[in-house]
């Protein structure tokens, strides 16, 4: 979504690099190219006139000029604008004291607010929570339909009385969505759902008539929440939609859809600033996981190409195995063959994860890579599991037994050719190399990488450290007196080592008066 944008600015911050100090013109052009960028990037005008004022006022001052790197500070201070206008601080819903959470949805029709609903739903329940649907949108053709579909794959109960408009019968005069919304209400009271969500109908524009009946729900329901879905991609009519929005139904917060988009992305940047509404949540894709808590610093980051890893790791610890981690972690420190059972398993635990693309973009600088990553084929990783499972367990424990026909064999059964056979091997032979080489001490040409404890990290350092051995003479006369003058080395060796005992005093008469014992412990002394 954020991807011009997020070049624009990176390419601006590049001209600031290496300059020791900034005069005025190296601000102004700087402030011109992100205005520029914003611009371009379909943000609203009034709100590109504020940011920009704030970041020359910013760099002009003292933060900037005695700074050790003012460009870092630069950086920093666009991160920080960027951070404010996107709403400032994560928001979270407000949960009701008492009775169940009412939410309610609104915006334009073809937002997604329907599938928003499911998406809203399952996440609410993964937080423990035990929510309930309610079908309000009884206008739009097959809309109770859909939500009762999308209600049935993300395990939550849909209320829909009413079976709405149909494709063949666009009007049911008997069907009152205020009426719905408020047995939606009670039937949350009597079956203990401590969340209920209302679907209500969208708006192909801003139509009094249907804003009079959002409003009616509204004072309905009392709902705890107003959420407005606005789809990412509509660009500068954003604002003026969320406006009327605003004023008709008073909403609390903002869902952000469809930002995985290739559209510019300036609604996301205008309507929190101009309605001084926060963000809350944002849907990223098609699946009902595709949906995230919004985060303005995280999202500040990853279009100033600073990653956002936080984000990495959440989703990461939520769905990591900690058994098969903790299984892995052992067998490394005992230093165990990494072998294609283990491959497997992990290839299952990154799968878990979501998207390899996504995953990758969230990582600092990655929009570096952006073209590699775009022309990834995430059916890659099925190709490699294919290939996998095709092998028998003993294979999968020792590849090295895997010959030619083996080799057919499996590719055969994937469905691939023998040469991708054969590249998977290669490279799982030098991952298990590097795996092995990190467990006993460290890899070659990474210096200060100890190994794992008990795992042989000291034995190689000390290896290091030790006299190098002499080679041996190729000469037979030379090595025959080579031999002969090591045993009179080990001779005068041996003779010259102190007899005595190993822990006390080594050789000569011994006196235990010398020593300062308590009364009576000599006669322990053997002396």
Same mark, same amino acid.
């Given at each position: ?85 996107? /709403? ?334 054969? /590249? ?83 050789? /000569? ?19």
């Amino acid at each position: 979504m954020f991807n011009s944008l997020s070049d624009r600015l990176t390419a601006t911050f590049k001209n600031l690099r290496g300059k020791g100090r900034l005069t005025e013109a190296d601000v102004d052009a700087t402030v011109r190219e992100i205005r520029r960028a914003l611009l371009d990037a379909d943000v609203a005008v009034p709100v590109v006139r504020e940011f920009t004022a704030r970041v020359r006022e910013r760099a002009l001052g003292a933060e900037v000029s005695g700074a050790l790197n003012p460009s870092q500070q630069i950086v920093k201070i666009v991160n920080e604008e960027l951070v404010e206008i996107l /709403g400032g601080e994560t928001r979270r819903i407000r949960l009701a004291k008492n009775g169940p959470t009412i939410i309610m949805l609104a915006g334009l029709q073809g937002a997604g607010k329907t599938t928003l609903a499911g998406k809203l739903s399952k996440w609410l329940k993964s937080q423990g929570h035990s929510p309930l649907l309610v079908a309000c949108d009884l206008q739009r053709p097959n809309a109770v339909t859909q939500l009762q579909v999308v209600g049935q794959r993300a395990k939550v109960p849909v209320f829909a009385p009413h079976p709405g408009a149909t494709s063949s019968e666009l009007e049911h005069p008997a069907g009152d969505p205020v009426q719905v919304a408020r047995a939606g209400v009670e039937e949350a009271r009597q079956k203990l759902h401590d969340v209920v969500i209302v679907d209500t109908a969208g708006r192909l524009g801003v139509d009094a008539d249907m804003m009079e009946q959002a409003r009616q729900i509204r004072r309905a329901i009392v709902p705890n929440e107003v959420l407005f879905v606005i789809d990412s991609m509509i660009g500068q009519d954003a604002v003026n939609t969320a406006l009327a929005f605003d004023e008709g139904v008073n909403f609390t917060g903002i869902v952000l859809s469809k930002l995985d988009g290739d559209a510019r992305g300036g609604a996301a940047l205008s309507v929190a600033s101009v309605t001084g509404k926060p963000v809350m949540f944002a849907s990223t894709g098609e699946g009902l996981d595709d949906f995230e808590l919004f985060h303005p610093d995280r999202m500040a980051s990853r279009i100033l190409d600073m990653g956002d890893v936080l984000t990495l790791i959440e989703q990461a610890e939520k769905s990591w195995d900690k058994d098969e981690a903790a299984r892995m972690a052992k067998k490394f420190a005992d230093q165990e063959d990494f072998t294609l059972e283990d491959f497997l398993a992990q290839m299952q635990q990154i799968r878990n994860m979501g998207s390899m693309k996504k995953m990758l973009m969230m990582m600092p600088g990655a929009q570096n890579i952006r073209q590699q990553l775009e022309q990834f084929d995430e059916r890659e990783i099925d190709r490699v599991e294919a290939i996998v499972r095709s092998m028998t367990p003993h294979e999968r424990l020792a590849p090295k037994i895997i010959n030619g026909s083996r080799r057919a064999r499996i590719a055969r059964g994937s469905g691939v050719h023998v040469s991708e056979v054969n /590249g998977l091997l290669e490279r799982f032979a030098q991952a298990q190399k590097m795996m092995k080489k990190m467990a006993q001490g460290g890899m070659p040409g990474m210096p200060g990488m100890p190994g794992m404890p008990g795992a042989g990290g000291g034995a190689r350092k000390n290896a290091k450290n030790a006299p190098k051995k002499k080679a041996k003479s190729g000469n037979p006369a030379k090595a025959a007196q080579e031999r002969k003058d090591a045993e009179a080395r080990r001779a005068n060796a041996a003779k010259a080592l102190p007899t005595g005992a190993a822990f006390g005093q080594q050789g /000569g008469d011994f006196d235990p008066s010398q020593l300062n014992l308590p009364k009576g412990f000599d006669k322990f002394l053997g002396k």
